[in-house]
């Protein structure tokens, strides 16, 4: 049995050194020294259309009066697929885009056309054999990329369940979390057709007092909810309605306190300017910043949440400027290819240099 063993493993390693690996290495037959046909080969192209054929050509030789029988070429096949969104509704000022990315298996590797030793020519050194294999006609690439027209059915069958609730989720939380994305929840505040009823929804959930009298316009268009979100933009006295300083709480984070234009000031205390806005915007002067900037104040951000939850998945990415939605799904197929020589004792020699094939 020690034997055997020590053999087996002199036989393994003699073909671990060869350019062919064997699929049994431990057959009855396995001799010392048995040799498997030696191949290699090349392809014309590594990218083919889908439904027809690509040619190679394959060299190869045998020893030790082995004798040659057929050829063959294998491939498995793996799909890729990528699928990314893109906000829209808030202009440029939030630029966003969900993408997944899958890459998997569809064929396991396996034998695709067998070509006769007839068929090869001996060229003085090896058997040379040309020929072509065939690839199927549904291996075509799909794109569905920036529509005109909405397919929910498309839609769910390119893109991942959940990946709709996951990107509106995320857009909303980058617009109402903190005043990062400032100027695209104005923007999407202005832009989008909400309701005064909406509105009044709103403020009876979360006690704020957003406007409720918006003149909309007849084309669902922004209305007068521009004139609606202003600020005070360059400092002047008469613009001045109260004044704010700054403690920080247990964990270091600012707080803010606001105090009447006429308050009384406390010794060492530093003093700065709210500025006219609207009621639901924090306009004051910065000392950090050296100018006048802008916040949503807190306590309204759970209602802005409340509207842009109102918004489906298809508004926010629908690019008016384009009149499309800024989807971008693809779909793309690749065969990783064997050539595979056979002597007529079925000894099965492969090549080490696979060739990948992309399907288009």
Known sequence: MKLLYKSS??????????????????????????????????????????????EFK??????????????EVWYKITRNETAEATVKLCGTTLKYSQSVANSDVVRTNQSVVSFAHSLAEWDGHEFVISGQVPTSSTLSPVTWANVATWDQFKFDGFFPEGFADEFKKTVVDYLTKDDTYYEALKYAYINYPFTNEQFAEANAAHGVNLPTDIQMKSDNGAGDKSDRWFTT????????????YITLDEQGKKVYHEVAKDYEPIEGINYYPVYKSCNWVFCRYDDDAGAIVSTVRPEYYPAFKQLLELISFEEWIYDTANKSYAVNFNRNYVLEAEFHVYDTEGNEGIASDKREITIN
């Not at 002199?10 to 064997?22: I, T």
């Not at 040799?35 to 080969?41: E, H």
């Not at 394959?58 to 050829?71: F, L, Q």
Request: aromatic letters at 14%; one cysteine or more; glycine letters at 6%.
């Open 58 to 71: 394959g060299k190869y030789y045998t020893e030790d009066k082995h004798v040659p029988d057929h050829s």
């Open 233 to 244: 933009t360059t400092a002047y006295d008469a613009g001045i309605v109260g004044y704010y």
């Open 9 to 54: 493993i002199l036989a393994f390693a003699l073909v671990a050194l060869s350019s062919c690996a064997k699929h049994d290495l431990f057959k009855d037959k396995t001799e010392m020294g048995e040799r498997l046909p030696t191949c290699y080969w090349e392809v014309t192209s590594t990218a083919c259309k889908a439904g027809e054929n690509f």
